[in-house]
């Protein structure tokens, strides 16, 4: 049995265990302040993050969790926690490999053509026609 988890806003001091958990999955956190993240944390260890970033749209970064405490909603619990940092009406986009554990959380599939349009970076990416990454928004209400 998995003692309570908490889910809550990173501080500076996450920033270390958070670099260590995000490598796991080979992401990019360089540069990025504890504001963009929230993390899960039992026993005073971190288990999970997941970053969302708002310049120039809201956009969830990455979500990682500690491999021993996969399939427990972890993911779920900071993709919720992020997004409800925005208010009724605003879109938050992904780009990733997982998609259905995005539509999960409520996020829908958009046209790849998207990627182009939402960032630069993608645009000019000459693998855009055969990006693994799918590109999925939600909505808040």
Known sequence: MIPEIQI???SKEDMGPIEVLMSTYFHNVEGMSAD???????KGKIIGAGAIV???FPEIHSIAVNPGYREKRIGTSLVHY???????GSTIYVRTTSPVFFE????VEMEPSKKADLWENCAKCDK????KQSVMCLELK
């Open 104 to 107: 999960k959380t409520g996020f």
């Open 128 to 131: 855009l026609n055969r990006c």
């Open 54 to 56: 708002s310049d120039p």
């Open 36 to 42: 963009s993240f929230a993390v899960a944390e039992t």
């Open 8 to 10: 809550r806003s990173a």
């Open 82 to 88: 992020l997004v409800n940092r925005f208010p009724a």
